[in-house]
């Protein structure tokens, strides 16, 4: 992960089990996200928290920003949980996943995938009514606290009005299944997600591979056999 860039987190409960049970526990849940933020120098630009998964798009303000939130995160809310509900054991599938993001073409619309999920799940028509996500706070029903817009939201119009009504015909549009594949197959592999400009700079910059490789072991290739000239006379 790298600093000043976006980033979709997922983090999702063991073999699909709540990491959340009640709205106390949401509410907890968040507010200690937000102390951990903050600890960490992460913005959080936008969010939804399901009953089994969290959705994040972030920006760190150093490299190890994200993975230092989401540990501190991780351990004082689980010990939270267990203690709560009498139980013992891990409540995450193994570590965070998270794939960086080209804010100039993906950010808005990995925005709309995050706000969007309980629509997907079918738990409300209207984004915004849901009340466990950042959508109500980008078109103006509520201000959120863990939320601090990114830029490119701050550019979609001069004042608060302008930004809200951009937004929701932004979410109108809604999103296709593709684009729903590609962020959710970006991130649990790990993958940045971007132009093809925006990958070969981010390789130059990380000096490290950015393309998928094929799976499986290389396929041999075949050669000829050397070619035995006759012994000169």
């Given amino acids: ?14 073999n699909h089990q709540a990491i959340v049970l009640s709205d106390a526990d ?26 089994n998964h969290l959705h994040l798009l972030a920006t760190p303000k150093e490299d190890q920003g994200i993975s230092q939130m989401m540990q501190a995160h991780g351990r004082r809310y689980v010990a939270w949980f267990n203690h709560k509900y009498d139980r013992s054991g891990t409540l995450w599938e193994g570590r965070f996943r998270a794939a960086l993001i080209d804010s100039e073409h993906y950010l808005m619309a990995c925005m709309r995938y995050i706000e969007l999920n309980p629509v997907r799940a079918g738990i409300c028509v209207n984004a915004d009514d849901y009340r466990w996500s950042s959508c109500a706070h980008h078109l103006g029903r509520r201000s959120d606290p863990l939320v601090n817009d990114h830029a490119l939201f701050w550019s979609l119009g001069n004042t608060p009005f302008e930004r809200e009504l951009a937004y929701r015909e932004l979410l109108s549009l809604g999103l296709s299944e593709p684009e729903r594949i590609q962020f959710h197959d970006a991130t649990m592999k790990g993958r940045p997600l971007g132009s093809a400009v925006f990958l070969r700079q981010l390789a130059e910059k990380t000096l490290l591979p950015l393309e998928a490789k094929p799976r499986g072991r290389p396929r041999k290739v075949a050669t000829s056999s050397p070619k035995i000239e006759p012994d000169p006379i």
């Fill in 1 to 14: 992960m790298l600093a000043e860039q976006a980033h979709h987190v997922i983090q999702r409960g063991n």
């Fill in 26 to 51: 949401r509410l907890h849940y968040l507010e200690q996200l937000h102390d951990c933020a903050a600890t960490h120098k992460v913005s959080i630009h936008a969010y939804v928290l399901m009953d």
